[in-house]
């Protein structure tokens, strides 16, 4: 069993910055990607940014220049940072993980970004 716990979700203005943290524990055997996906009403949940563990990293458009993914492998952590915060942004945020047996999925956490 693989627990994956988010936080640093909230309300923040237009232009401000949040920073996301998920910590995955349990039987993990073996992390290969963790990542951030999104859902906001009424549409599909969407990718975000995801890393390997070999530290490649992907990410949406809609948010390059904007969010930075990273890790902290020893603590089984990513993070997101997100700065230039949009109304558009708001969105339950999701963390998963792909590990060598399955794949993973937080809870989610709610940013909301007022204009």
């Known amino acids: 069993q693989v627990q994956l716990v988010e936080s640093g979700g909230g309300l923040v203005q237009a232009g401000g910055s949040l920073r996301l943290s998920c910590v995955a524990s349990?039987?993990?055997?073996?992390?290969?990607?963790m990542g951030w996906y999104r859902q906001a009403p009424g549409k599909q949940r969407e990718l975000v940014a995801l890393m390997t563990s070999g530290g490649t990293t992907n990410s949406a458009d809609s948010v390059k220049g904007r969010f930075t993914i990273s890790r902290d492998n020893a603590k089984n952590t990513v993070y997101l940072q997100m700065n230039s915060l949009k109304p558009e942004d708001t969105a339950i945020y999701y963390c998963r993980l792909w590990s060598s047996r399955d794949n993973y999925w937080g809870q989610g956490t709610q940013v909301t970004v007022s204009s």
């Open positions: 349990g039987s993990i055997f073996s992390i290969n990607t």
